[in-house]
């Protein structure tokens, strides 16, 4: 097994999967940034001249990640030459590139399907020795798992980061129930010493511990908003600076984390709660899924609770 990490490959560009490429960056890891393949342009879009794919499109959405990198103000980069250290590609032609790497991090969609298909693929490139991971919010890292070997298994496990990567200092692992204990001792060490992370291991139920507490929170608070009439900058207002918590109180908070996302990570929760109390808070909030059927996802979509001008 290697024993340090120095190239890593991070897979899905959205919101996390940038700024974890770039907090890996600025710690002088060469990461491969990998995507999918956009969809092929519309009819429409073709009228307006964009092209049919060729290989500077094909890795687009991995390519537009890294220079959007250097434009989020507080940048994700402590210094915007070291998005050089990043390589863009795409899901499709590039996933065998893993196979140079020490360690894998997944960070796609918030869906059990999805994740659990890619698995599949990366096992395919898959060497002993290299670690895999899953920056997922809050799904079963052994249900992720079904259908792959047991050497897969043993050097599969969570790591959850939080939003932004640079700032929150928080690093959840979550092994798997046949992860190597020597893989789960060498992860966190990484994420101690090199990330400069602290790091909390918890157990592989829904929403794992910051997130089943954390949205659980987050809820309440829009239920009690919608209950009472409360407006956003009210909450915001109450619920920010003047608690002592950071300026992205409430609703900053759903509008970073991506709505869409939000409400996959309360549906985790929902799916497998027992408890009527808790299914009661995690039920899917009709306001959250109205927003994200008209596509108000938050800062990355520039629509949100607030609207970036
Ligand atoms: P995002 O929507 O910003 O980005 C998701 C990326 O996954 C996109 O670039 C998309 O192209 C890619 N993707 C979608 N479906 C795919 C598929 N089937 N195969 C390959 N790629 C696919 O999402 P995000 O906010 O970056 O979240 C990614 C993961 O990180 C999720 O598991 C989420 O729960 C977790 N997470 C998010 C936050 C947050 O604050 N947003 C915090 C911690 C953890």
Redesign the pocket.
């Known amino acids: 097994m290697t024993a340090t990490i120095t190239k890593a490959a991070v897979?899905?560009?959205?919101?996390?999967?940038a700024s974890i490429a770039a907090h890996l960056a600025n710690v002088g890891i060469s990461t491969l940034l990998l995507?999918?393949v956009p969809a092929k342009p519309t009819p429409e879009e073709e009228a307006k001249g964009h092209s049919t794919l060729h290989p500077v499109v094909r890795n687009r959405?991995a390519t537009q990640a890294i220079s959007r990198l250097a434009k989020i103000k507080p940048s994700p980069l402590y210094d915007d030459a070291f998005a050089s250290r990043i390589a863009p590609g795409n899901?499709e032609d590039d996933l065998g590139r893993i196979a140079e790497v020490d360690w894998v991090i997944e960070?796609?969609?918030?869906n059990l399907e999805?994740k659990r298909?890619?698995l599949g693929k990366i096992e395919n490139h898959w060497r002993s020795g290299i670690i895999v991971t899953s920056?997922?919010?809050g799904i079963s890292i052994n249900a992720m798992a079904e259908g792959r070997s047991e050497a897969f298994k043993s050097h599969f496990l969570g790591t959850?980061?939080?939003?932004p990567p640079r700032y929150m200092k928080l690093l959840e692992i979550i092994p798997g129930e046949t992860t190597d204990s020597g893989i789960v001792r060498r992860i966190s060490a990484f994420g101690e010493r090199k990330l400069g992370k602290g790091v909390v291991i918890a157990k592989d139920t829904p929403n794992f511990i910051a997130n089943r507490i954390g949205t659980y929170g987050l809820l309440v608070t829009l239920q009690a908003m919608e209950r009472h009439g409360y407006t956003v900058d009210e909450v915001d207002a109450a619920t920010g600076p003047a608690l002592g918590r950071p300026k992205s109180a409430t609703f900053r908070t759903l509008d970073?984390?991506?709505l869409?996302?939000f409400v996959?990570?309360a549906n985790n929760v929902y799916d497998k709660a027992n408890d009527e109390a808790e299914k009661a808070v995690f039920a899917p909030s009709p306001l959250l899924r109205e927003m994200v059927a008209r596509g108000w996802i938050g800062e990355?979509a520039g629509q949100g609770f607030y609207k970036k001008i």
Request: glycine share 12%; proline share 0%; charged share 15%.
């Open positions: 897979i899905g560009s959205g919101v996390m999967g995507d999918l959405l899901l960070v796609i969609v918030e999805a298909d890619l920056n997922t919010s959850h980061f939080f939003n970073l984390v991506g869409d996302t996959h990570v990355k």
